[in-house]
């Protein structure tokens, strides 16, 4: 029996079975436009200026531009246009959503040594969101591959006697015992096999190659993708200015990730001699991660003029993944139409591993006009074709990923140019925001223009913000098999308001 078997076989497999796909790693690594509404309204371009609360994750030396004790929160609105294209088909969904943006603290203690050089220091807080993955799109066309692409990439090499359904087994007991004994690959061939998708050349025991039973010369696509979650980043920061001239700080940071995701893939229109036809596959995967990050910066001034420059260490991030997955298809079989249903009910648990997202260092120019106002440019490069994922005791599988990420991945670089023009009390802002793409094949890359106004009370003020932003990525529909192409493009208006009060 089966079981005895594998009993042994367990103590020497390797540790591979992971959830994530080059897909998810190219979501989990994106960055937005976020943070207070004085920031975002320049379009982040903070590192030479500080005295912002989101700043002061961009460039820990910023803290000690702050004249006082300060507290502020943001919140914002989102109305999100996502547009799916796949094979030069277009669906576009609309999404309207609020957020939490930001909060945080900066306490400010001026030294009244006058033989001292360090004249203040600084200690801050600061909660700030580097990206929301919450998106809802829709995909379809007509593609050149089928579904059973797929199944046949994973089934290729698994024993047929490991995806048959004996006496007194389920397809829960099956599922699982596969995903534990020899991996998601067998559990893929499994769905693929149960639901008369792909079948063995022969009835051999022993058969490793596999035939599909979808015939057709294109397929309609569909699929619909929900994706929720946040990467948020804890800032705890310390920083000072050293005779004047410069301020100089750090920051050690705490990183949270939560990532769902859904997919539900359906394909039709398959030949009418087919034997199985309208197939529908859905998955979902949830991750956790946690990790930490360090910054350390400066900020120099001459004058008029500021100069800013910060490094960002990588951020190590442990990940944990959760799966489940489904399917269902229709068959002919004498004649009727009967449907296959599959669904394990059963929920992977996949081992623990570690994502590093590389470095990045930031170069930036300020220029005040005395009272009137200033203009600020920033930018920072980003190799992301360094990503890398690993685990304790080595994984293949991520070893592959990494290596696909290397070969796909290019450097990105951000431009972020901002000015303010203060009208006594009332500031005037505006910025435009540029990014690379991060794939060469991705059409576009990313922009954004941003404007805003601020009121000054004294001790209290109020920032809005308008952002327009576009963004544009580029995906598979699956990670192996089915692996067309399609592109999401989003476009954003985001509404920021926040609130800072001085203790």
């Known amino acids: ?19 994530q796909t080059l897909n998810d790693v190219n979501f989990l690594t994106q960055n937005s436009l976020s943070g207070s509404a004085r920031y975002t309204s320049m379009a982040g371009a903070f590192g030479a200026l500080g005295g912002d609360l989101s700043a002061v994750s961009d460039n820990p030396a910023g803290s000690s531009i702050f004249l006082n004790t300060e507290v502020g929160g943001s919140i914002n609105f989102q109305s999100k246009n996502t547009n799916g294209i796949y094979f030069d088909t277009t669906e576009s969904l609309q999404k309207e959503n609020f957020y ?48 059973a692409e797929y199944f046949l990439y994973y089934a290729d090499g698994i024993n047929f006697e490991d995806i048959q359904l004996y006496d007194d087994e389920t397809i829960a007991d ?95 229109e398959q030949d009418l001699d087919s034997f199985v036809y309208d197939v529908n596959f859905n998955n979902s995967l949830i991750t956790d991660g946690d990790g930490f990050s360090l910054q350390f910066g400066a900020i120099l001034k001459l ?61 930036s120019f300020a220029y005040v006009f005395k ?32 290596s696909e990420i290397n070969s796909v991945f290019k450097p990105i670089k951000t431009v972020k140019i901002g000015g303010e023009y203060r009208l006594k009390d009332i500031s005037l802002r505006a910025g435009y925001f540029y990014r690379t793409k991060n794939q060469e094949f991705v059409a576009k890359n990313n922009e954004a223009f941003t404007f805003g106004i601020g009121f000054d009370f004294g001790a209290s003020s109020l920032n809005l913000s308008f952002v327009q932003l576009e963004q544009n990525q580029s995906f598979q529909l699956f990670s192996n098999g089915l692996i067309d192409s399609y592109d999401i493009n989003k476009k954003l208006t985001q509404l920021t308001m926040s609130f800072n009060f001085k203790l």
Request: net charge neutral.
């Open 1 to 19: 029996m089966r079981y005895l078997f594998y009993i042994g076989l367990i103590l020497f497999m390797p540790n591979f079975i992971i959830a």
């Open 100 to 147: 939490f943006d930001q909060i945080g603290a900066v306490f400010v203690f001026n030294n009244t040594d006058t033989k001292s050089s360090w004249s203040r220091i600084s200690a801050a807080i600061n909660v700030n969101r580097i990206s929301n993955y919450d998106q809802e799109a829709s995909i379809s066309g007509n593609g050149r591959n089928s579904i």
């Open 174 to 268: 099956i599922y699982r015992f596969l995903g534990d004994e020899i991996g998601f690959g067998a559990q893929q061939a499994f769905l693929g096999y149960q639901s008369y998708i792909i079948d063995p050349l022969t009835n051999n025991a022993l058969e490793r190659t596999y035939f599909s039973n979808i015939n057709s010369n294109q397929y309609a696509h569909y699929l619909n993708i929900i994706n929720k979650g946040v990467h948020r980043k804890t800032s705890f920061n310390f920083s000072a200015l050293y005779q004047n001239f410069i301020h100089l700080g750090f920051n050690i940071n705490q990183h949270r990730i939560k990532y769902n995701n859904k997919s539900d893939f359906f394909e039709n």
């Open 303 to 363: 004058k008029d003029f500021r100069f800013g420059l910060s490094y960002d260490s990588p951020q190590w991030i442990n990940l944990k993944d959760e799966t489940q997955q489904s399917i269902s298809s229709y068959r002919f079989d004498e004649g009727y139409a009967i449907r296959e249903k599959i669904v394990p009910d059963i929920t992977n648990s996949f081992d623990p591993y570690q994502l590093k997202i590389p470095s990045k260092t930031n170069l």
């Open 371 to 402: 009272e009137k106002g200033l203009i600020s440019i920033d930018y920072n490069i980003q190799n992301l074709s360094n990503i890398l994922l690993s685990q304790t005791g080595g994984s293949s599988y991520l070893d592959e990923v990494s």
